[in-house]
């Protein structure tokens, strides 16, 4: 898979009755799910192949770490940080509502870029204290001797380039809220089927998740699609591309 910014998510569902995982990656102009079971990252190497060296879009789950380029999803490391605020540990929601108030700063910058009020550049200008002043915060949970910070501190810190890949690279949003997005049909779904019966009905429901989701993302009508589809079949024609819209 060659699309150079991709955000990828997954979320567990079962197959036969024992666990497995529904996957999504998401390009701009095309959707993949696939369900398999396991969460390894061996599923993303099938996925991506061996040589992909784009940036993904996700949380922090450590399969993702094998692909090099991330971006880390701050919706996910908000919810975290006010997890800390939420505590009892009056050192643990201090370093909270610290990281919390450059977190909203990144956010309100973010939104101004999206809209086009500020460029990127302008962004990456005013972002640069906001980096700092974040940075500094984990080194202090880091070496706070508090093991309800330490371990937390140390993973983003070390990995703390993995937080600003949207400052540098065009196409990268600083959340994964495209890949939640499209989940979220997968999710009801879930719910009221109770996953799959076989290995089939699982080929099934991650073909038509997938034409689901590209058709809107193209805005692209579903049913004309699938009527094209059933003709091409009923006619030993190939199967209309999803990959561009025609």
Not at 23 to 52: D, H, K, N, P, Q
Not at 94 to 119: N, Q, V, Y
Request: hydrophobic share 35%.
């Amino acid at each position: 898979m060659d699309s150079l910014v991709l955000g990828a998510d997954e979320t567990p569902t079962k197959q036969a009755g024992q666990k497995a995982w529904l996957w999504t990656i998401v390009a701009s102009t095309f959707t993949l799910f696939t369900m398999r079971g396991s969460r390894a990252a061996t599923v993303l190497t099938e996925l991506l192949g061996e040589t992909f060296s784009g940036v993904v879009m996700c949380d922090r789950a450590k399969m993702y770490w094998q692909l090099g380029r991330l971006q880390w999803c701050w919706a996910h490391l908000k919810r975290d940080f006010q997890a800390l605020i939420d505590s009892s540990d009056h050192q643990v929601k201090r370093l909270g509502h610290d990281l919390m108030r450059p977190t909203k700063r990144l956010f309100r910058e973010w939104a101004r870029c999206r809209d086009g009020t500020i460029t990127r550049r302008t962004l990456k200008r005013r972002l640069t204290p906001v980096r700092r002043e974040i940075e500094h915060l984990l080194l202090r949970g880091l070496f706070s001797g508090n093991p309800k910070l330490i371990g937390m501190c140390r993973e983003l810190y070390d990995h703390r380039q993995w937080l600003w890949t949207f400052l540098d690279q065009d196409g990268v949003d600083p959340t994964n809220n495209l890949s939640e997005r499209s989940l979220r049909h997968a999710v009801i779904w879930r719910k009221l089927s109770f996953g799959t019966q076989s290995a089939a009905g699982s080929r099934f429901v991650e073909t038509t998740l997938t034409v689901i989701e590209t058709c809107r993302q193209q805005s692209r009508d579903l049913f004309t699609y699938l009527t094209d589809a059933v003709d091409a079949h009923f006619r030993s024609q190939p199967s209309p591309s999803l990959i561009t819209k025609p």
